[in-house]
């Protein structure tokens, strides 16, 4: 069949968007015992670790008062020191790390899964957890900040990796730290928790 021209711009245009979306996935495993140690308090538990992430984009890695903060590549000093997000329950993160790549295989974001504690059953033996993918963006040279651009609760949305990806995909490279709020995308429920933020320079 040979198309007409609107037909051949339409598939034109289709097949532009596919492949702008066409971004791939690599994947690394966080190991906290290889880390190096950066600073650590006994009181209240805190440690923050230098960890090895994609080729020479490393990972930062808090954790304090049960509750624990990621980013990502070479972040500035004031981030290294001063930004924590996190949710407001007891909180811990996966080990596995889902890192976009863009053009050139430069990584644009990341997908970590958070597991969130239900307060209402913290310390029991059946407590309960909720579980949001993580997109957050990862920093470079010239943009030297990495925060989290979105939340997807991965109990209520079936598609919840797809949907990850597509905001990894849209929205991480736009998003400025500090300025932009990351959005919850598909349904949230009950066990998702409420995300807590500390950046640096941050618009109140």
Known sequence: MRLTPLLLSVSLAVSMAVAARANESVY??????????????????????????????????????????IAYGPVSDAYIAKAFETFGPFNHTG????????????????IVRWFVADPETTGEADARYGQVLVVSTVATKD?????????????????ANTLARAVADDEAASFACGVNEPQWHGKRGKLAGEPSRTLPGAVE
């Open 95 to 110: 080990a596995k790390i889902e890192w976009r790549l863009g053009t050139g295989g430069t990584p644009v974001a990341t």
């Open 143 to 159: 943009n030297p900040t990495s925060c989290v651009a979105g939340y997807v609760d991965a109990l209520e949305n079936k598609d």
């Open 28 to 69: 690394t495993d966080r190991d906290l015992d290889a880390c190096k140690t950066i600073s650590e308090e006994e009181e209240g538990g805190s440690v923050d670790l230098l960890c090895s992430g994609y080729r020479d984009f490393t990972v930062y890695f808090k954790e304090g008062d049960l509750r624990q903060s």
